[in-house]
């Protein structure tokens, strides 16, 4: 059991979910309530409600223009009431009670408009409850002044109270809080604010150390920009609690202000979707990492007044902006000059007026008053750090009239100042820079193994970022292994992959006719020779291919002719991982050619099984173990005497030194098992397993008595290719390697004499499928 505040919970902590008053306006949206209730509400999890769409408005103008204006707040609320229950009697009555006292309460000046404002959360909460006991759901509704009391600023007084009353109600079924509401510390009702059932949900569920608050509203989630006036603007899946606090700042509308501030300390997921939506809603976590850097979203706050006070100190700046919050008084771009004592910020319009009233009262100069002024804000986490995001955005600018570029207090935002009517068109470009997407090149797999299965989760996983980045949709076609393959016209990434259509004569070729002439992106994730004889076919067809296959890429002959033909097509062929996985091996020797250096010699260590099995292998247990491990781990070959006869090792020196144009190398080639313990079928070499340990042990021993270890090693030059096993002493750079990793220790006329060293892992499922991905984004990006 875990506790809080001394009270225990169990470690499945209610999750608080929120409805706000348009969900709650009418009997259809209620309808739609309680649709969600029952398929997202668990009898522990607490209800916060606004009050129905309407009624505050209605209250407000009863306690602005009395009581004449009562009779129409009766009858809409009455046929509210009895348009939702089936029994609405006794509802009925407590509502002509509640507007007796009102209309006493107007008439001898008692109430405040706190307390007035109050009855549209406490009839909201009070008609969900009972619709719900009609319908056999155990709930009990509370009103939020009894267990929630804050200071000026808010902040919940004696939460320990708050939770022990709230946990104390667990069992009677799920608790339907009035939000908005709650009491000050001397006792009094009072409302908290805009937006302030939101407010009452975060501030509960940060109370009850909630995993999830669900604010159940008119949209369904955060979008890339106002749809309204972004009509292309698309969902966003998932943001960060950072990106989210920096929208709420900027005036989302979906993300208010003060909602995020009561999770900063004990996060919870955040999920803003509709009732009855389709979609997963928005998803705000604590933290990810997909998307790093990019633009999430554009914000977009219009008819702001930017005001300029000049010869205000620090102090003082503090003092007015702490009377601007406590006046429910949102600011914007706030910059505070110290040298020059000038403080500018930004208020909406409809708050200029109370605005000027406080600066006139605090004895303030106002020396510039600008209105019609629009803030755009490009948010995203981290994008302050990535220069080339920060750039793009100003680049666009431009050609815009911009008043200020203003940098906020964190990393996540960048925000532009225009006038109103620049804004939308600014916005618009903004969001065609960011997020249009040009039309998705298909791709295909083949190869459904370690690698492959592996590249198809990142894929999935990071599909927004990576659409992102290569500004195009990613529409992954079709998947096949050597026996099926799985195809779609649109895209699979949305879909649970299986393979079940034959594929044991290649019908996925025929399948694939359809885009003979047209750019597709074939992904080689086999080992096959079968589909590398079929690669002029690919890149004849106008295809794009990426390889992990080394078979063509380390053919002299073969990889030629692919290459010329690639050039008449205007095609792509990326090999990236067929070397090291994801070390930049490959694109760091086509760099320094590029720039006029001349490689002289690569040496190290290119297998990262062999250095793996050989790493792990201390003369104790079996070798044939740590090769079956290996295996396992999908750092072999899918047969692993293509590594342990150095086969492999040897097409990645080929491949090598065909990049740095060693073709008249002789060879010198010694597998790392003798070829007679390889010989025959996969299961004749597994079962000869006790022989192959025999061998490797004599090797190990002999080794070990000089001091030295065993290590598979490459080296290339114009003159010789040398893939052997050797007797390496402690000094070799190949000796400190982590198992499994890789180095190349590479020889130029700039690095003479002090090397160019690439070390890191050089096989596995995480980092060659991240290797693919990353040639992936190459093709897309220049495709
Ligand atoms: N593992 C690593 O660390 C690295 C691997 N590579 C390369 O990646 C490739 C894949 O390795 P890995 O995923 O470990 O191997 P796996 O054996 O796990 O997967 C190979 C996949 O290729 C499929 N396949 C075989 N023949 C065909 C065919 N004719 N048509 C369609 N699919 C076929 C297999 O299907 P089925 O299951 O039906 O046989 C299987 O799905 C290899 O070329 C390897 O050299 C490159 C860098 C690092
Ligand atoms: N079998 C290979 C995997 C990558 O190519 C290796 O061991 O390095």
Avoid at 461 to 467: G, H, T
Avoid at 522 to 549: C, K, M, Q
Wanted: charged share 20%.
């Amino acid at each position: 059991m875990a506790e809080i505040y001394g009270q225990p919970v169990a470690r499945e902590t209610p999750a608080v979910h929120k409805f706000g008053g348009s969900s709650l306006k009418d009997v259809t949206a209620i309808s739609s309530v309680i649709r969600t209730i029952r398929s997202h509400v668990r009898t522990e999890d607490v209800v916060v409600v606004s009050a129905n769409g309407g009624v505050t408005d209605q209250l407000i103008q009863v306690f602005n223009d009395g009581t004449h204006r009562l009779p129409a707040l009766r009858e809409s609320v009455q046929q509210l009431v009895t348009t939702v229950l089936d029994q609405p009697d006794a509802l009925l009555v407590s509502l002509l009670e509640d507007l007796e006292l009102l209309s006493s309460g107007l008439s001898q000046t008692t109430l405040s408009v706190h307390d007035v404002l109050a009855y549209g959360e406490l009839w909201s909460a009070q008609l969900l409850s009972a619709r719900l006991h009609e319908l056999g759901i155990p709930n009990h509704w509370r009103d939020a002044r009894d267990i929630l009391t804050v200071d000026a600023q808010n902040n919940p007084v004696n939460p320990a109270k708050a939770v022990q009353i709230l946990l104390d109600s667990k069992g009677e079924g799920i608790q339907i809080l009035t939000g908005f509401l709650a009491r000050n510390e001397a006792g009094q009702g009072i409302t908290l604010g805009r937006n302030g059932s939101d407010y009452s949900a975060t501030l509960v569920a940060s109370l009850l150390r909630s995993s999830a608050v669900y604010l159940w509203t008119d949209v369904d989630g955060v979008y890339t920009a106002d749809p309204h006036v972004i009509p292309e603007a698309r969902r966003i899946p998932t943001l960060t609690l950072g990106e989210a606090q920096a929208l709420s700042e900027l005036g989302s509308h979906v993300l208010h202000h003060k909602t995020i501030n009561p999770l900063l300390q004990h996060p919870a997921r955040i999920i803003i979707n509709t009732c009855d939506s389709d979609t997963l809603g928005t998803d705000v976590v604590e933290q990810s990492r997909a998307g790093e850097g990019q633009v999430k979203t554009l914000a977009h706050k219009s008819q702001l007044v930017q005001l300029t006070l000049a010869g205000i100190h620090e102090l003082r700046t503090r003092q007015f902006q702490a009377e601007l919050t406590a006046g429910q008084i949102n600011q914007y771009a706030c910059h505070y000059d110290k040298t020059r004592q000038v403080l500018q910020l930004c208020v909406e319009q409809v708050d200029f007026f109370r605005t000027s009233q406080l600066i006139r009262q605090a004895g303030l100069t106002l020396v510039q008053q600008l209105s019609g002024v629009s803030l755009i804000s490009a948010v995203g986490h981290n994008i302050r750090q990535n220069h080339r995001v920060i750039s793009q955005l100003l680049g666009r600018t431009a050609r815009f009239d911009v008043l200020n570029i203003h940098y906020p207090g964190n990393d996540h935002t960048l925000c532009v100042l225009l006038a109103d009517e620049q804004a939308e068109a600014l916005l618009a470009d903004l969001h065609a820079a960011c997020f249009d997407l040009a039309p998705s090149i298909p791709i295909v797999v083949l190869g459904y193994g370690n690698i492959g299965q592996q590249f198809i989760r990142i894929l999935k996983d990071n599909k927004a970022s990576i659409e992102q980045r290569v500004k195009q949709s990613l529409s992954l076609v079709a998947v096949a292994n050597s026996r099926h393959y799985q195809y779609a016209g649109e895209c699979l990434l949305d879909e649970v992959i299986v393979p079940d259509q034959d594929n044991t004569s290649g019908e996925i070729y025929q399948r694939l006719s359809d885009y003979i002439n047209k750019p597709l992106v074939l992904i080689d994730l086999t080992a096959s020779e079968a589909v590398a004889a079929r690669y002029p076919e690919f890149v004849a067809n106008g295809w794009h291919l990426i390889s992990a296959n080394k078979l063509v890429a380390a053919d002299d002959i073969r990889a030629s002719h692919l290459e010329a033909e690639l050039e008449k097509q205007h095609r792509r062929w990326l090999t990236n991982t067929t070397v090291g996985a994801a070390l930049p091996i490959q694109s760091s020797l086509r760099k320094l050619i590029e720039s006029g250096d001349q490689v002289q010699a690569v040496n190290g260590v290119f297998s990262g099984s062999l250095s793996w099995i050989f790493g792990q292998y201390d003369g104790q247990r079996p070798f044939m173990e740590w090769v079956r491990q290996a295996h396992a781990n999908a750092y072999t070959e899918p047969d692993p005497r293509d590594d342990l006869s150095g086969q492999d090792v040897y097409r990645k020196a080929l491949i090598l030194a065909r990049q740095l144009g060693f073709n008249e190398a002789r060879v010198v080639f010694t597998p790392a098992i003798p070829d007679e313990l390889m010989a025959g079928t996969l299961e004749q070499f597994w079962a000869r397993s006790a022989a192959i340990d025999e061998h490797v042990a004599g090797l190990w021993k002999a080794a070990n008595e000089q001091g030295k270890s065993l290590c598979y090693l490459a080296s290339i030059s114009s003159q010789e290719i040398n893939v052997s096993l050797q007797l390496i002493d402690q000094q070799h750079p190949a000796a400190g390697l982590r198992p499994g990793d890789n180095i190349f220790v590479i020889d130029s006329a700039w690095y003479a004499g002090n090397p160019l060293v690439i070390q890191g892992p050089g096989a596995g499922r995480e980092v060659t499928a991240a290797g693919v991905l990353n040639d992936l984004i190459e093709v897309l990006q220049s495709a």
